[in-house]
């Protein structure tokens, strides 16, 4: 009985022990950068804005970065990008700089107090294969919505310049006068709302172009992309849906003192015409 | 120092006397060495069930008057070493069996060998201080944390529309879950895959059903079930934290039997007869959800996937001779969900399962000379496949394990009991994922052979001490490593109420599971490379067990684990075969207290448990390489669990659960991820990992058991009734981040309502 009441003050003693305080996390503002470019093109847009504290609403024009020095650095010189149009965006000149395949590409930014670095090495060029074969000659494709499993298209592209590299499909949508490709709940994660849909991330250039990465019916650019590893963990970090409950990954992330993306893709496009089968 | 000096000694006449009868004893401050006792003779045999024949696994046999005495084996094997030329009073006893007297007297260098039949009774109402004896044998069994499961134990307590052993364990103090939809267990810290679970010493990769809702045994077949928390003997290994060794009935050697039970998602049977020398069980059930909304057409007009599990368990048994016996057995289940629309080129298929088969010989090379030789062989299968044909995403991830053990236990005299083996593994591993006819973004096809030996002593130098030191020494040969795992369990019987239990042991785990707990259907097992060493716990168990009044026990254990290279799932692995590219590497530890106390005789039986429980994690790439609560670490966690023996034909059954609630990370922020020519989305970003708790769980289950006669003169009907979640407090299962809405909020999943559900049980 002894025994017994003192391991019944042990079991208080643990009960109450066992009451911990929670770490309450406080809204830090970090510095959120966009910025794609491609083998062969130059520096169109960097995005800059701030995180935004989540009981608020996301309003670009609030929180984008105005006034940042934004520089970018092949490793010989350094450009500085001018202002856009739109709060928030970067530019480079069109006739400042061409990425090249190989290069490695250095982005700096300075907003206030907080600098922010991150660097891409642009992937060779690459193009479609024997697309001929592949598509019809009016590139005209035709999808029975009666048997949609039968679109299917191998599209290949080349050459290989990295064992690791990894590579994705780009579908933009050109027109919307066609109407709605009609896309079922059940398959792989698709943005239903969006004008572009990606494939999923591949390990070869080769690719299967099947219906539900069309969004609408009508021209429709495909972009085969040749992608550096930053790119590929930003997809990582950000998945094929609308809402894919993915939360941020510190270690996709690559931004020295933020977050985002800086990331270079060679691709190669074809634009097809996409019809309901009569 | 002179403590120090006594414990030298100890450790000296331990390894002088192993292998001998030699006994030695602590005589005040002297440590004294004694002469082999005339312990010349000995009894041994099995212990089986009067009316079915099957053996009993745990069953005690003991001679009061030399304070001497052993248990049954997992096959319901055992041997004693007595005194010939002297008159003695043997009894052999059981839970749930009347125990039985039997006078012997053996001539010098005698080997008694006999099967001995007990009685089955009912535990309600029995008599206390017999019952309590037999609790007593269990308490002061040397191996620490272990908690043995009846089948009937769960049968008359609330199951959520299928019984299921899971659920009871997940009841017991320092096993703890991650909800109530999911038959994982977390035990002392350590995640379901630190587990080894073993059916008739076929190991069960996936043991779940419906997204891990149920588990994969079903509790008809089952014989015994045994649960080691901790401090687990040299004999089991490749696991970090637990093992749980399920075994089939083997059949009722004299009768033909049966039992069906109809539920409301399934429905199961079972049949046992005696063949030969022997007897063949079968049995199976599956659920009918699909089967029902099919014939009313509701699968169609709602647009909702098939989905069905379905599993089937066998066993054959057969005695060759006094000397052998042969069991072959198998396990085979699956879940099975489709859904097809060629139109829209939609489709999902999902399958997983696991299928077991074992064959065993037992074989008595003399009396003292016990061995079992295994050969097992056990597949998991997980695939999925989104969209038809070329337009498909798939999965498809299998394992196979074959696997052969030999045991070999030698009662050496009336103080030791050696067991040694050796297991030898070969795994196939086979894990493709790829789109359509893409080559595959994964594609890993890994052989690697697993070996292992081990021995261990039981040595009890007098009635109070037993000490159990063991090692076992394994490897696999994806990683040129040796896993040397010393262990040691030791008791000590204080007083005859007060036992005192202790034990160390270095655990190693070769194989390293990728899963998300909240949907289990899809697992993936790797093997270790020369990318990431072998996962480690050093664990340390210090228990006393006591009994504080007549038909209770009190036990309290603590507990600290150690862990070294764990893993967690790096996100959204492309591609990659290598374990650096799938994981990230980290070490952890835990620690905490249990408590339980359990009344397992008369008309009120039950127990009450609480856990005070610590869990972290702490790995460079996860939350700035600061420690952090996996998301099941629980800092209070309390069960009552009571069956109530109304009359003949009531039984009422109720449990009640409280726990601290899940942690989970706070969103401080969102940032709007663009990419090209795509106009965003909004991805939350967290605060410290694991800093938050949900709020804590609770819920109450009652169900109520009518005993009736069905087209017979004895009571053969059972009718169960249950009310899950009583109060209809639907507890929260995560927290979700919804960014469809502005601004963005986070909402609670919640789980289950209050849900009654019933079943009839027939015997026949």
């Known amino acids: 009985m002894k025994s017994f009441i003192i391991f019944s003050i042990l079991i208080l003693s643990s009960f109450l022990a066992g009451c911990d305080g929670a770490i309450e996390s406080q809204y830090t503002p970090q510095v959120v950068v966009e910025g794609f470019i491609y083998t062969g093109g130059g520096i169109d847009s960097v995005i800059l804005h701030y995180t935004t504290p989540f009981t608020e609403s996301y309003n670009d024009s609030v929180f984008a970065i105005t006034g940042a020095d934004v520089r970018v650095s092949d490793g010989v010189k350094e450009f500085i990008l001018l202002p856009g149009n739109q709060k928030g965006r970067y530019y480079l000149p069109s006739d400042q700089l061409t990425v090249e395949g190989g290069k490695t590409y250095t982005l700096a930014v300075k907003t206030g107090n907080q600098i922010v670095t991150a660097n891409t090495t642009a992937p060779m060029p690459i193009k479609y294969i024997d697309l001929d074969s592949t598509f019809p000659k009016n590139r005209i494709l035709l999808l029975d919505t009666n048997n949609a499993a039968s679109f299917t298209y191998n599209l290949y592209a080349g050459p290989v310049d990295q064992s690791w590299r990894k590579y994705m499909l780009q579908i933009s949508s050109l027109d919307t006068i066609y109407g709605k490709v009609s896309t079922n709940i059940f398959g792989p994660p698709v943005d239903t709302s969006a004008y572009v849909r990606y494939s999923f991330i591949q390990t070869a250039p080769h690719i299967i172009l099947y219906s539900r990465l069309f969004g609408w019916y009508g021209s429709n650019r495909l972009s085969f992309l040749a992608l550096d590893s930053n790119w590929v963990d930003y997809k990582r970090q950000v998945g094929y849906g609308e809402r894919t409950q993915i939360h941020y990954q510190s270690s996709l992330n690559h931004i020295n003192g933020g977050i985002g993306v800086w990331a270079s893709a060679a691709k190669d496009e074809v634009t097809v015409f996409l019809k309901p089968k009569p | ?764």
């Open chain 2, 1 to 764: 120092m002179r403590r120090l000096s006594f414990l030298g000694l100890m450790v000296f006449l331990f390894f002088l006397c192993t292998g001998t009868d030699f006994v030695f004893a602590k005589e005040g401050s002297q440590a004294v060495l004694n002469p082999p006792d005339s312990a010349d003779a000995v009894i041994s045999g099995y212990v089986k069930d009067s009316l079915s024949g099957e053996t009993v696994i745990g069953a005690t046999i003991r001679v009061r008057l030399l304070k001497r005495g052993a248990i049954t084996n997992k096959s319901g094997y055992f041997a004693l070493h007595l005194p010939s030329e002297t008159d003695l009073k043997i009894e052999i006893s059981s839970l749930g069996y009347k125990t039985i007297l039997r006078q012997v007297h053996l001539a010098p260098n005698q080997k008694l060998n006999e099967s001995f039949l007990l009685a089955p009774e009912s535990i309600q109402g029995g008599e206390i201080t017999v019952e309590t004896d037999k609790e007593k044998d269990e308490r002061e069994a040397p191996q620490v944390s272990r908690v043995a499961i009846k089948p009937s134990q769960v049968a008359s307590l609330p199951k959520a529309g299928e019984s299921d052993i899971f659920r009871i364990l997940q009841l017991i103090p320092g096993v703890q879950t991650i909800s109530e939809i999911s038959a994982g267990l977390y035990i002392r810290g350590g995640s379901p895959d630190q587990n080894l679970i073993l059916l008739d010493g076929s190991v069960l990769y996936n043991p779940n059903h419906f997204f891990g809702f149920f588990s994969t045994f079903n509790s008809d077949a089952i014989k015994d079930v045994e649960l080691i928390k901790g401090g687990y003997p040299a004999e089991y290994g490749g696991r970090l934290s637990a093992v749980l060794n399920v075994t089939d009935k083997d059949g009722d050697l004299y009768n033909t039997n049966g039992k069906v039970t109809l539920g409301l998602i399934s429905s199961r049977g079972t049949i046992e007869t005696p063949i030969g020398d022997g007897a063949i069980t079968l049995s199976a059930r599956r659920t009918y959800i699909d089967l029902v909304l099919d014939a009313t057409g509701l699968t169609k007009s709602l647009g909702i996937p098939d989905y069905h599990f379905y599993d089937i368990n066998g066993k054959f048994t057969q005695t060759l001779s006094p000397k052998d016996k042969i069991a072959v057995s198998g396990y085979g289940g699956s879940d099975n969900l489709t859904f097809n629309d060629g139109k829209a080129a939609s489709s999902v298929g999902l399958n997983w399962g696991n299928q077991s088969g074992n064959a065993s010989w037992t074989h008595l090379f003399s009396s003292e000379l016990f061995t079992k030789f295994n050969f097992n062989g056990s597949h998991y299968f997980s695939t999925l496949n989104f969209g038809l044909g070329e337009n498909s995403f798939n999965f498809d991830n299998q394992i196979y394990d074959y696997t052969f053990h030999g045991d070999l236990e030698y009662f050496v005299g009336s103080t030791q009991e050696i067991k040694t083996g050796i297991q030898l593994s070969q795994y196939h591993f086979r894990l493709k994922i790829s789109q359509g006819n893409n080559p595959p973004n994964s594609d890993i096809n890994l052989t690697p052979l697993y070996a292992a030996a081990y021995i261990s002593d039981e040595w009890k130098p007098d009635e109070r001490w037993a000490i159990t030191p063991g090692l076992r020494i394994d490897g696999i040969s994806s990683r040129k490593e040796l896993g040397i795992d010393p262990r040691i369990a030791v008791r000590y019987i204080l007083s005859p109420d007060i036992t005192l239990k202790a034990s160390y042991g270095i655990y190693h785990q070769y194989l390293k599971l990728a899963s998300n707990p909240l949907f289990t259907a899809s697992d993936i097992w790797l093997p270790v490379d020369s990318t990431q060493a072998a996962s480690r716990a050093d664990q340390y168990v210090l228990g006393v067990s006591t009994a504080p009044f007549d038909g209770f026990t009190f036990d309290v254990e603590t507990y600290y684990k150690n862990f070294t290279n764990l893993v967690e799932l790096r996100p959204n692995v492309i591609g990659g075969s290598r374990l650096s590219d799938v994981f990230f590497v980290g070490n952890g530890f835990s620690y905490g207290i249990e408590f339980f106390l359990q009344k397992r005789v008369g008309d009120l039986t039950g127990w009450i448990g609480y856990t005070l429980a610590y869990t972290r994690r702490k790995f460079p790439d996860i939350d700035n390489g600061g420690e952090f609560p996996p998301t099941y670490d629980r800092r209070n966690d309390v069960n009552l669990v009571l069956t109530y023996h109304l009359n003949d034909r009531w039984t009422l059954g109720s449990t009640f659960v409280y726990a601290t609630g899940q942690a989970y990370s706070q969103t401080t922020a969102l940032y709007n991820a663009e990419e090209p020519d795509y106009n965003g989305k909004l991805i939350p970003i967290d605060g410290t990992k694991n800093g938050l708790r949900l709020e804590p769980y609770h819920r109450l289950d009652v169900s109520g058991t009518y005993s009736f006669c069905l087209f017979s003169e004895k009571r053969n009907a059972e009718l169960n009734f249950d009310i899950y979640n009583v109060y209809n407090h639907r507890n929260v299962w995560f927290r979700r981040i919804d960014t469809s809405t502005d601004p963005a909020v986070s909402e609670d999943v919640r789980l289950l309502p209050i849900l009654p559900t019933f079943g009839l049980q027939i015997k026949f």
